[in-house]
């Protein structure tokens, strides 16, 4: 959490600039933050690769898996849901493994996770 003094407070006028320059707020991460936070931020965004492929993933699902419309409903819809159970045991398992350990086992597991 930022201390109070490095704050800012939000104001609902400035939202609508901010929105449109977003898309190119992402890149300020990798300058000016040192080289852990964009090593970080290189790594998030290859660990989020797979998730991003959307129309690439239905057609791949269609033709080399053979999965009917239903099948893929049903497929994505169990990766939400274990997905989602992901983050409600992975709240908990910070305050045990410690946020190091986690951070390392989550990163592995996402890094392994198209493997299979």
């Not at 090593?39 to 989020?48: E, F, H, Q, W």
């Amino acid at each position: 959490t930022l201390p109070p003094d490095k704050r800012v407070p939000f104001e609902a006028g400035r939202a609508p600039g901010l929105l449109l320059r977003s898309p190119l707020a992402c890149t300020r991460i990798f300058y000016g933050r040192g080289r852990e936070i964009r090593t970080l931020a290189i790594i998030l965004m290859l660990m989020t690769l797979p998730a991003s492929m959307g129309g690439i993933f239905q057609i791949f699902a269609k033709t080399e898996w053979n999965l009917s419309t239903k099948d893929l409903i049903s497929f994505v819809t169990a990766i939400m849901v274990i997905g989602t159970s992901a983050n409600a045991v992975g709240s908990r398992l910070v305050a045990v493994l410690g946020i190091r350990n986690y951070t390392a086992a989550a990163a592995l597991s996402c890094v392994l996770a198209p493997l299979g």
